[in-house]
């Protein structure tokens, strides 16, 4: 089985759609809708979700014909697809993801075949579960840690950019500069609090740098107090 | 089999960088049709100008048969032509024919500005007045010259054979000149005049265009390859480090990297021994440069260096070349690319500027200059992967890598440098203007550059967007080229382009980070040309491409 590479996890489900309509739109027309206008990156909901990677969510409609002589072929059902890349254990990825979002999976899902009963982490687990499909393939593109040690890690980084750029000078400025240096180091490291994945640390999902970062950094290294 | 090539038929500038083969000035002019016919009959009437790939010597007018004189004097002024896509449509080329031209090449530079990173101050809509209509400019031509008067001439004729298709051939001014006119009705290109004398730096004072790929057939010289081909694994300072990169890299019609004939337009006739041309009018902030190096440069370095030291030294690390030409992965020291440069500056100066020289100093010095012209070109990183002496990201290393990007011989690829193979451009041009006021931006002065590849898109387009505006194949994240690089600005409207100097462990010289650094160097023209083979111009010129 392909599902997980040490404490990275994929997971790969296809939850069957019903057939049938309501106000003249058929069910997976809903449930398309309804995912396109998920809003994206740091505002998705799936952004809510702990220890998630990356995660996606589709539509698959019918398996795809490739021309003769392959013969023709069709599912009974359209499904949902989603995979997710998360760090942990199956039970705990989807519990964590019921107590984030249930409201949002019972409206989203209530089209799916069978979701009807599902009303507690534990039912939601089961039928995730039941529709899940072993991964052939599974590239983790990740390491081995948890998304807020990651996370950190990402923000730590990037203040430690900021903290090189903004005291390189002081090299080249004799003994004052080297105790301004280490000053400003020692400022820096109760900045970043680095033992603490709570914060400060990078915003999940954001894709671009936070200005936070640079502004926190350059009061630390000039001595006006930590910012908030 | 060795590959022969019909060098007759390959126009000239595809094989000559004419500025280092004794043409120190040049004009390119571009013209718009507005009569097929007589566009074509003007393109006939140019064929007898035409200078091929053949020697050069051999084509002096008069002289009949190929005589194989090296010692012959060489033509003095040479004639290159290309067209654009819209130039293409004019002289009639059959639907058929235009459609299977690439994408690129049909789009044209402008239409291409965001893969380019023509942004900002390289926006369009800055170009000289020549480039604000695109659709205007149908052909290319270029003269180069032995010296001013020969130009003249030749441009004169130029002119004449425009006067005679008068209604269907018009040469467009709009080029932007010194003292701001922007009316010009040519691009004046010469060499960068330092001290008076004529040298091959840009205006930044480089020595620029060292190193240009070798392909099959190119030259029989095989002293050429060394650092101009592609690393084969051996001594990066010997032939035996190199071998040719096929000749369809840089010629249509020809096999190329991939095994196979790049893509090319229809018939086989129109691009056989034909290729792509891009042109761009590059604006070099020279003042901005100077500012920058200076300030910056005294945070870099050591105590013990002094202020001219730690400021070439930090814009060698910016080119990954000395001043001087002289490669930090070969000179990573300031007194040893000093030495360099005074070896070269003496056998340079006995071999051409001294008339007092005997026969015998000649030609020691000859031998130095060869040996010399080898060290500049015969490197590779493979004993600097870390960037120490040559960062990973200075300009040299990003636009031609020599193997840096080949992670270890097994794996994946039978041959792990294929895809860096088919990311060389040959590099043709001249600086143009005059830069004497070393404070200024202002001014027109900068490089008219020339890449040549068989696909813009492959080769020039991906060097532009991947390699200088970008850093991921280097690990460098989104850094961009020091020189090159479009650098931006920040929210309050300061420059902020950043660039790291790797540290060197063996000198105990930290990381140097360098903030805040301005766009150097901004586009101010250009767009994509066909170069078609002599036969093929013949065939545009008489309207007889069919392509069924």
Redesign the interface.
């Known amino acids: 089985m392909g599902n997980s590479i040490n404490q990275a996890y994929g997971l790969t489900a296809l939850l069957p759609i019903r057939h049938g309509a309501e106000n003249n739109e058929s069910f997976d027309k809903i449930l398309r809708d309804k995912l396109q206008a998920f809003s994206l990156l740091e505002t998705s909901p799936l952004a809510k979700v702990p220890n998630t990677y990356l995660s996606r969510a589709f539509i698959l409609n019918d398996v795809f014909y490739e021309g003769a002589p392959a013969i023709e072929e069709h599912l009974a059902n359209k499904y949902l697809v989603f995979s997710s890349n998360f760090h942990g254990s199956l039970d705990d990825y989807l519990q964590g993801m019921w107590e984030a979002i249930s409201g949002l999976l019972q409206d989203l899902l209530c089209h799916c075949v069978g979701f009807q009963a599902v009303d507690s982490a534990k039912a939601f687990i089961k039928y995730m579960k039941r529709c899940q499909v072993d991964n052939s393939l599974f590239f983790n593109g990740s390491n081995d840690k948890s998304l807020p040690e990651q996370l950190k890690a990402l923000y730590v980084k990037q203040a430690f950019i900021h903290f090189?750029?903004q005291t390189?000078?002081l090299?080249?400025q004799g003994e004052e500069g080297a105790a301004q240096l280490q000053a400003a180091f020692q400022r820096f490291v109760e900045l970043i609090d680095i033992d603490n994945f709570d914060g400060p640390s990078w915003p999940v999902a954001a894709t671009e740098v936070p200005a936070f970062i640079e502004q926190t950094v350059s009061a630390a290294i000039s001595g006006e107090g930590v910012g908030s | 089999m060795t590959t022969q090539l019909d060098m007759h038929d390959i126009q000239g500038n595809i094989v000559f960088g004419y500025g280092k083969f004794g043409y120190p000035v040049g004009r390119y002019l571009f013209f718009k049709f507005s009569n097929g016919k007589k566009a074509r009959q003007f393109v006939l009437d140019l064929m007898p100008l035409i200078t091929t790939s053949a020697p050069l010597q051999a084509q002096k007018r008069g002289r009949g048969k190929d005589s194989g004189d090296a010692q012959a004097a060489k033509v003095s002024a040479t004639t290159n032509v290309a067209f654009t896509y819209g130039g293409l449509k004019w002289l009639g080329l059959p639907d058929q024919s235009m459609r299977s031209f690439p994408q690129d090449f049909r789009m044209g530079m402008q239409a291409r500005k965001a893969i380019l990173g023509d942004d900002g101050p390289s926006d369009p809509s800055h170009w000289d007045p020549i480039w604000q209509r695109p659709g205007d400019v149908h052909m290319f031509l270029s003269i180069n010259a032995v010296g001013p008067a020969q130009l003249d001439a030749r441009y004169a004729e130029i002119k004449q054979r425009v006067e005679q298709a008068a209604g269907g051939v018009e040469l467009l001014t709009g080029h932007r000149g010194p003292a701001g006119k922007a009316d010009l009705e040519y691009q004046a290109g010469r060499v960068v005049t330092v001290d008076g004398k004529p040298t091959a730096k840009e205006h930044f004072h480089y020595t620029d265009g060292i190193s240009d790929p070798f392909f099959k057939g190119q030259s029989k010289n095989d002293q050429d390859l060394i650092g101009a081909g592609k690393p084969t694994g051996g001594d990066p300072a010997t032939k035996a480090g190199w071998a040719a990169l096929e000749t369809g890299e840089f010629l249509l019609g020809h096999r190329d990297e991939a095994h196979e004939y790049p893509e090319a337009p229809q018939p086989r006739l129109l691009s056989y021994n034909g290729s792509f041309m891009v042109y761009r009018k590059l604006h070099e902030n020279v003042g901005k440069f100077s500012d920058y190096l200076t300030r910056t440069s005294?945070?870099y370095g050591s105590?013990g260096m002094s202020a001219e030291e730690r400021r070439e030294t930090l814009k060698a690390k910016f080119a990954g070349r000395w001043s001087n030409g002289a490669p930090l992965a070969t000179y990573p020291s300031y007194e040893e690319a000093q030495k360099f440069g005074k070896a070269w500056d003496a056998a340079v100066g006995t071999l051409f500027f001294d008339p007092s020289a005997t026969e015998k100093q000649k030609a020691a010095a000859r031998k130095e200059y060869e040996q010399l012209k080898i060290k500049r070109r015969g490197f590779d990183f493979n004993a600097d992967l870390s960037g120490a002496r040559c960062p990973v990201g200075a300009h040299v290393r990003r636009s031609n890598p020599r193997g840096a990007l080949q992670f270890g011989r097994k794996g994946a690829f039978e041959t792990p440098g294929a895809l860096v193979d088919r990311r060389r451009i040959l590099r043709r041009g001249l600086p143009y203007g005059d830069s004497s006021d070393r404070a200024s931006d202002d001014g027109d002065h900068g490089i008219v550059f020339m890449a040549i590849n068989a696909s813009i898109e492959r080769q020039f387009e991906f060097l532009q967007q991947q390699w200088l505006n970008y850093g991921n194949d280097f690990k460098l994240s989104n850094e961009k080229d020091a020189l090159l690089g479009n650098h931006g600005k920040d929210a309050e409207g300061n420059p902020s382009g950043?660039v790291a100097i790797n540290g060197d462990a063996e000198t105990g010289q930290?990381?140097?980070?360098c903030?805040g650094m301005p766009r150097f160097v901004e586009t101010r023209g250009g767009d994509y040309f066909f170069i078609p083979s002599l036969t093929a111009l013949r065939m545009i010129g008489e309207g007889i491409v069919d392509p069924t």
């Open positions: 090189a750029y390189q000078h090299r080249m | 005294e945070q105590s950043r930290p990381p140097f980070l903030a």
